[in-house]
C-alpha cells in the first residue's frame, strides 16, 4: 500500500517555473513507477509525465516535452515534476499516480494503468 502526497503548487506568470514534489509512504516505493497527471476545470485527465522505478526510463506528454522534467529519489521516496516556462493552458490540478511493477523499465501514460493516487495540487499560470 503506498499514499501519496503532492506539494508545491501554486500561482505562477506565463513563463516562470514550479517545483511540484509528491511524497509516497511504504517501504517498498522503489518497486513503483510514478506518473504525473493532469485535470483542467470541465476537462478529462490527461498524461503529463512518467518514470519508471530505477529512474531510467522516462516518457512525456508532447505538450510539455522540454519544458518538464521528472525525477526521482528512491532514498528519500520521492518523485518530482520540474516545470520551465509555463504556460496558461497548463494550469490544473496536477495529481500523483503509482503502480506496483518489478519491471526495471516499465512506465505507463494510462491513467487507468495506476492503482494509487494522491490528492491533487493546483497549479495556476496567469497570463
Known amino acids: 500500500q503506498v499514499q501519496l502526497v503532492e506539494s508545491g503548487g501554486g500561482l505562477v506568470q506565463a513563463g516562470g517555473s514550479l517545483r511540484l514534489s509528491c511524497a509516497a509512504s511504504?517501504?517498498?516505493?522503489?518497486?513503483?513507477?510514478m506518473g504525473w497527471f493532469r485535470q483542467a476545470p470541465g476537462k478529462e485527465r490527461e498524461f503529463v509525465a512518467a518514470?519508471?522505478?530505477?529512474?531510467?526510463?522516462?516518457n512525456y506528454a508532447d505538450s510539455v516535452k522540454g519544458r518538464f522534467t521528472i525525477s526521482r529519489d528512491n532514498a528519500k521516496n520521492t518523485v518530482s515534476l520540474q516545470m520551465n516556462s509555463l504556460k496558461p493552458e497548463d494550469t490544473g490540478v496536477y495529481y500523483c499516480?503509482?503502480?506496483?511493477?518489478?519491471?526495471?523499465?516499465?512506465?505507463?501514460?494510462?491513467?487507468?494503468?495506476?492503482?494509487?493516487w494522491g490528492q491533487g495540487t493546483q497549479v495556476t499560470v496567469s497570463s
Open positions: 499516480a503509482a503502480v506496483h511493477n518489478l519491471n526495471i523499465r516499465y512506465i505507463s501514460n494510462n491513467a487507468a494503468g495506476y492503482n494509487y
Open positions: 511504504g517501504p517498498t516505493f522503489s518497486r513503483y513507477a
Open positions: 518514470i519508471s522505478w530505477s529512474g531510467g526510463n522516462t
